[in-house]
């Protein structure tokens, strides 16, 4: 089980990504997207979801440790 405070900590840290990222990141990540297929989603490139991931994952890390 997830700890309350943990779990607000986390949807703060998602609302402080752009959409963009955060999409990115939950469709990949979360849904389990590929990048090709986000991409497609969201009409941009794959290596334009990618990208925008591992800056999502950065921020992320940033936000919660």
């Excluded at 979360?30 to 334009?48: N, W």
Aim: net charge negative.
């Amino acid at each position: 089980m997830i700890p309350t405070d943990w779990k607000l900590d986390l949807e703060d840290a998602l609302e402080r990504l752009t959409e963009k990222q955060r999409w990115a990141l939950l469709l990949v990540c979360y849904l389990g997207y590929t990048q090709e297929e986000a991409g497609e989603m969201c009409g941009v490139s794959q290596r334009a979801v990618g990208r925008r991931v591992e800056r999502a994952t950065e921020k992320m890390r940033e936000y919660l440790i």
